[in-house]
């Protein structure tokens, strides 16, 4: 999703801070893949926060550059390699005007390579995991005295209880919306997937943890969190009395005063209990749309998958939550051209895409993954017949969208305020539907819930004018 992560200096900074954050050392991170990632990478730089660096924007200006790493799609380690193969030319230039550059590789591609990136990158000075990263300081102490680091092993700790809390001022600058991450890893094993293999098994941090740094959050300012997991409705805690499950977790971060959104994501349909379907009817705060994956419309191809879910199980559980929730927008994922494949398997995905109408979706075409079980298969499709499916699935979905995006015309709709536009009094905000919206809102403020009206459409966003006074500061 986005491509880099930083952090800039607010602009109330006293001036004895800003003069200490210019000598500091900088670090610039970049981020390849989930919002999981983005969620690390502000982690990895409160932890580097207590060793003197800063963030930077400038890859240029840097003294320690991280690549934050994905392993989800096709040649993501190519990338990687390429990338460092341009840093590794950065670095012999600073140290021939005598100056260091230290280059760190964190994420799931350091997870699957680990010693191997060493190996093919000698410029890179740490490789660490993303149960690890907190351990990026002392890595680091260790890489500037002379020894290369690998460290990808599970960490036995709770890495959360280890990363410092993080500032007021760094929350506020990072915006009016923030990740939380409740839940790691993954027990499912779908074929297709290296996620179980990179981030390991199903953990959950504990319910008082995850309250309290939402509590911090929206005490800096921050008005919209969404739970970050790779499965994050598997979340389970001991709360008062008993185990707790993510709906319950839900109704208790409803409380907190000022926390006006909620949001989760990525879910797995086997783990949509009742408690959370509940949630979507109960809860105001609790935002109308879920990222529910189903990969595929053929029973077949979901077997091969391992999704342990059939078509109609994910059409029925749709049905029960719209039930409680008419107004939700459902959001998906596609995997196209998995092996074995056939016309009819593809078909049958386009029709639970017609089925369900979705607001928005991610599709791909299978790659490979190197340890996957789906590697191993000899049943491959095509790439041309991938490709040609894909590209007609994608017109279904995008038409799809387009009528959701139309069809919120003439709504009256809360909007919460993240950023400034590009003209003058313009401000950018987020629709209950996770829809970027762009509204002159000249007396209201980042961080305000306003009333509006949608006026019109673009490519990727939608256009509103004021429609009642605040609603909520």
Known sequence: MNEHVSLSVPADEPPARQNERTNSRKVFIK?????????DSGRMTDALAGDGYVATEEMGEADLILLNTCHIREKASDKVYSALGRLRDMKKARAAEGKELMIGVTGCVAQAEGEEILRRAPAVDVVIGPQTYHRLPEALKRARAGNRVVDTEYAVEDKFEHLPVTEKAKIRARGVTAFLTVQEGCDKFCTFCVVPYTRGSEVSRPVQQILDEARRLVDAGVREITLLGQNVNAWRSEGEKGEWSLG?????????????????????????????????????????YLHLPVQSGSDRILKAMNRRHTAAEYLRLVERIRTVRPDIAMSGDFIVGFPGETDQDFEDTLRIVEDVHYAQAFSFKYSTRPGTPGADLSDQVPED???????????????QQADFAKSCVGKVIDLLLEKPGRMPGQVIGRSPWLQSVNVDAKTSQIGDIVKVRIIGTGPNSLFAEPAESLIGP
Do not use: F, W
């Open 31 to 39: 981020t390849y893949g989930c919002q999981m990632n983005v969620y």
């Open 248 to 288: 319950d977790l839900l109704y208790r971060l409803a409380e907190i005063p000022g926390l006006a959104r909620l949001r989760y994501t990525t879910s797995h349909p086997r783990d949509m209990d009742d408690k959370l379907i509940e949630a979507h009817r109960d809860l105001r705060a609790l935002m109308p």
């Open 385 to 399: 017949v991938k490709a040609e499916r894909l590209e007609r699935l994608q017109a279904l979905l995008l038409k």
